[in-house]
């Protein structure tokens, strides 16, 4: 299963890319500083689970969500303050 | 600064009408000055020991109306709003007292013949008047004695008042530190004992040293301007790990060394710089810088603004009310603060008299 990690902290960042690498069966593709880069690294990549800080500056995590639908993607939301409740 | 409170300035009379210590002489004096009163009319109007007699009766008398007056009518009438009552009140104990002095004067002085004083009608009218004279010389100063001192304990109590409540809001100004961050930097921690355990300890040592600062050097009155710069970068440094293409400086100019200042007077504008500089996509910054000249204090604090502009919230802004109202509190009309915005920076300059 190809994931991504969208947040705006890069050790956030960090920290979900180790949660990730532990649960076998998910394959870690990129860890992205913004939706934006985010929709454009999907425009190339088909990517199944999208693991979303949905506190960012600049373009709401919303609106991606909107838009990965379309493609059957998986998200999971979170925030920075309970991310060890994933 | 607490201990200011109890200080309040007086001078020598003030202290003496509104400290209660100083009650036993309000009543010696007050006896003093009925009897002198009494005393100087030396006239012999009755026979025998009679006017020793009567002037202790009027002695007792008087003294007994000066307290009813200062200890019943003032306190249950006068300050309770009911002015008119109290007049009322005034006016029927003269009459009473008048009328009891005559009756007594003509049933029983002049009946077994103790008075020299020849009755007629004229007199009597004239004594009456007198009479309200004499009673408001000792009613009058004992009412106004009762107000003053009155007024004198509430505006002392106001002024305290005042100061306390301005003192909690300072201190509750103080507190308000962003408890997110807090939080945010303990996750990242989190992370990097994973990743990088020797950056992990650096940031834990300058989050307690930031943490101490913020609980122990805040509730000081005041704080070295160096303390404070220390503090300024280790927040800023935290910042820093947080983010992205983040940059900051810290420039000083003067004599910073030496200088006091009151504690987290600058951290709502560099919170404040942190939270609008926000961009994950392109570089952000903030420069601050301190300048010490002929005892003034400049002090500037610039910020990049995201090309996507965060919209301010409502709720937000309220680091910078907090600090307007310190700014006053403390510094009262010796501040400029100046804030100028433009397309791509945000700039506040703060300048203190110290």
Known sequence: MNCIVIDDEPLAREGMGLLVKKIKGLNLLASLNSANAAAKFMDTESVDLVFLDIQMPGTNGYRICQKQYQENTLVIFHNSLCRNML | MKS???DF???FLTNFATNRKYRGLHHISLILFVLGFILTDTKKNYT???DIYVNAAMFNYFVGII???????????????RAALYLFAMAGVTLGTYFFFLSVEYSILRPYELIHRPFN?????????????IFTVFIGPSTFFKLLQQWMRDTNRIHELEKATIESELE?????????????????VNV?????????????????????FQLYD???????????IHFLTDYLNLEKIRRDNFEFSISTKGDIANQLIPPLLFIPFVENAAKYSLDSENKSYIYLSFEVERSILYFVCINSKPDKKIKPKKSGGLGLANVKRRLELIYNEKYTLDIKEDENTYQVNLCLIL
């Open chain 2, 192 to 212: 990097l004992t994973q990743t990088d355990p020797e950056r992990a300890s650096q940031v834990l040592t300058r989050l307690s040293d930031l943490i101490r």
């Open chain 2, 48 to 50: 025998g020991n009679w």
């Open chain 2, 218 to 228: 805040s509730v000081k009155e005041q704080i070295f301007l160096n303390a404070d």
């Open chain 2, 121 to 133: 009608i004229p007199d009597m009218m004239v004594n009456l008047l007198g009479f309200c004279f």
């Open chain 2, 172 to 188: 509750q100004l103080k507190k308000q530190v962003n408890p997110h961050f807090l939080f945010n930097t303990l996750n990242n």
């Open chain 2, 67 to 81: 307290y009813l007056n200062m200890y019943v009518l003032v306190p249950k009438l006068l300050f309770r709003e």
């Open chain 2, 9 to 11: 300035s007086k001078d």
């Open chain 2, 4 to 6: 200011k409170i109890n």
